[in-house]
């Protein structure tokens, strides 16, 4: 074919090497520059060990010790003995579903967790519900925390300055927001030491705690048998079941984040069913101690409710003036605990974009949510769980509890989905596995932990912000409803319309030649090998016939999330682009005309295309650039929103290269 294609996409325009614009240097400050997509090891340094996933992760998880034993214990009311029994049930739960998703992990080593478990064992239309669910959950994961983080930061400051509460939660959000945009690894690594910090202090206030009230240990547990018995009394053994059982149920934001771990698999370092199993065991047996230790710490030291401040604070302000520790160690504790809420919002950053990015790729939202930015983040995905969290925020006003009844609703949706979804794995191979009963048995009772708690929280509060959740996520699924309709429609459309292009007979067996740079050159700018492709080429011949004598063909393979799983992914996507390029050649060839490839890889299609039109225009001095675009009859706001606008944005950046750019229409009705 003449040519050697620009596999690397490595030549650049001559002026390169002029000063960026402001805008652009400002926005590399702040993001961090471009990341080196030919750099093999870019995988490797993105991916996460066990401790730093443990850290980005599994802080959602052990974050929400902060409110759930809190919300647990304050349902109980006047029978906080019921405590002692709470927290073994809390702890077994925490275990249960530890276990449930460590099978996941298993069985789904490339991530996805709940929407691609329940896509894959109970179809497309329910992993569509469980991905909807989960994004509306990961909002919520960056607004509980950082409303969580607000009432603990501010429970040691005067109450006058609350005033200001609410002012910072919206600056944390946009702080995270911006260090996200530069990437997973740089903000964990960053937020590390709070994490550590967190762990060593409420690690010292739970067993200290639990130590020095452990000469009083007797009578607290006779004082709670003899509450026990009065409760009976007064209210049943039937109303204590249904009372404990309610705490129980609005203390199910203490098991949330435990799912992050099967969701950001994509992040982990290999093996990564190993990686993700082991920071399973981390997450679990820190959330259970700390959420149990502190339910029971709440009874031992008799904490109760002040106005401005977390039951957490209480107490550990009442463990200082037992223990010298200080009023010091009440600000570090809490402000450990303030910090490490921040990082938990990490998970909603974390992972909402992944889920937003594997719901793009299979048509459930706007494909755009699956680029990649120039930093290899779901930058799209990240902008918005930003903003929705925001929303949120104002619309609670940071009233954590709430925010957590609204939280938990759907983190039990997808609980239970996920949990149904292995049981009818294991039911379906039964026939080949003796052991299924063994395996099925802890999903089964995942599943009806989590199904309970799912039912009890929305009839005890759908009127106090469950209907939001419920309301909220119902949108969300229609709008993915007709999102699909919309990109299905259009695909069959375009398929119909250039069926009968695919295969073009050749009407020359004999061999064009090279392309020769002098003569008049017709580029052809494509994605993969189809139908609109060759609609544009065959339009040239239509419009100029006789007028080119060479053409050459342009693709950029764009990493997106998608492709981006792993260290071979480049020269796979590498592949899969030339080979493509190869079937255009191939096809106007046979037509009788030289034809050439050339080809670049990057992350933005507009950026990397405008880039290999000018190198080219250089090679072909006269040359005249061609795309192919879908147009509507009826043009909708919502168009340009589902189907990329590249044609003519890559147009007007020609024009202020004096190049010329013909774009190919492909009418849709």
Request: with cysteine; glycine share 10%.
């Amino acid at each position: 074919m003449g040519n050697t294609p620009d596999i690397d996409g490595s030549s650049r325009k001559s002026n390169e090497q002029e000063k960026p614009p402001f805008a652009e240097r400002l926005r590399h400050l702040l993001f961090g520059p471009p990341r080196d997509l030919s750099d093999r090891r870019i995988f490797h340094h993105l991916s996460l060990i066990s401790f730093l996933a443990w850290v980005g992760l599994g802080a959602d998880g052990l974050s929400s010790s902060a409110y759930g034993p809190e919300e647990a214990f304050r349902t109980l009311g006047q029978h906080t003995y019921l405590a002692i029994g709470l927290a073994a049930v809390m702890a077994t739960t925490v275990f249960v579903i530890a276990v449930a998703y460590s099978r996941v992990i298993e069985h789904f080593p490339h991530g996805g967790g709940g929407y691609v478990v329940a896509t894959k064992l109970l179809g497309q239309r329910a992993g569509m519900v469980s991905g909807s669910a989960l994004l509306v959950d990961y909002i919520l994961t960056i607004t509980i925390s950082i409303a969580a983080s607000g009432d603990a930061l501010f429970s040691f400051l005067p109450l006058s300055w609350h005033v200001w509460k609410l002012p910072a939660e919206v600056f944390f959000i946009v702080f995270l927001s911006t260090l996200n945009i530069r990437g997973v690894k740089e903000s964990i690594l960053v937020l590390t030491p709070v994490f550590v910090l967190f762990v060593i202090t409420h690690a010292v206030l739970i067993t200290a705690g639990l130590l020095v009230k452990a000469p009083a240990l007797p009578a607290t547990l006779g004082a709670a048998a003899h509450g026990f018995s009065g409760g009976v009394t007064t209210v049943g053994l039937g109303g204590l079941f249904v009372l404990f059982l309610h705490a129980y149920s609005l203390g199910g934001g203490t098991y949330t984040g435990i799912e992050a771990v099967s969701n950001g698999l994509t992040i982990m370092r290999e093996p990564r069913v190993e990686t993700g199993k082991r920071t399973m065991i981390y997450m679990a047996s820190s959330l259970a101690f700390t959420a149990s230790g502190l339910l029971f710490c709440y009874l031992l030291w008799n904490v109760t409710a002040v106005e401005g401040k977390t039951l957490n604070a209480v107490l550990v302000e009442r463990f200082v003036t037992v223990v010298p520790l200080g009023w010091p160690f009440v600000i570090v504790t809490l402000v450990s605990e303030g910090a490490l809420l921040v990082v938990a919002a990490q998970a909603g950053f974390v992972d909402g974009p992944r889920v937003l990015a594997n719901m793009a790729i299979d048509s459930w939202v706007p494909r755009r949510f699956a680029t990649l930015s120039d930093r290899l983040t779901v930058q799209n995905g990240v902008i918005l769980m930003g903003m929705a969290s925001l929303g949120a925020l104002l619309y609670t006003k940071g009233d954590v509890r709430h925010i957590v009844v609204m939280y938990s609703i759907n983190v039990f949706l997808t609980f239970s989905m996920t949990e149904m979804s292995m049981c009818r794995l294991y039911f379906g191979e039964r026939k080949h596995r003796p052991d299924w009963i063994k395996k099925i048995s802890i999903h089964v009772l995942g599943l009806s932990m989590c199904f309970t708690i799912l039912l009890i929280t929305v009839y005890e509060k759908f009127l106090e912000g469950g209907w939001v959740t419920l309301a909220v996520t119902g949108v969300v699924i229609m709008l993915c409803f007709w999102i699909r309709r919309h990109y299905s429609a259009a695909n069959a459309k375009l398929s119909s319309l250039y069926a009968s292009l695919i295969d073009i007979p050749r009407v020359s067996k004999v061999s064009p030649g090279s392309v020769d740079p002098t003569k008049p050159t017709a580029a052809v700018l494509v994605g993969g090998y189809s139908g609109l492709g060759i609609h544009t080429t065959l339009a040239i011949f239509r419009m100029f016939p006789g007028q080119f004598k060479n053409l050459v063909f342009l693709s950029v393979g764009v990493i997106d999330s998608g492709a981006f799983k792993g260290e071979d992914t480049l020269d796979q996507l590498k592949s899969q682009t030339e080979g493509g390029l190869k079937k255009y050649v191939e096809l106007v060839e046979g037509q009788g005309i030289p034809g050439a490839y050339r080809m670049a890889i990057g992350t933005d299609v507009v950026d990397e295309l405008e880039r290999l039109c000018m190198d080219v225009a250089k090679e072909f001095p006269h040359i005249m650039f061609f795309t192919g675009q879908l147009v509507f009859q009826r043009e909708r706001w919502y168009q340009p929103i589902l189907h990329n606008q590249t044609a003519f944005a890559l147009q007007k950046r020609l024009q202020l290269w004096e190049q010329t750019m013909v774009i190919v229409p492909a009418r849709m009705q």
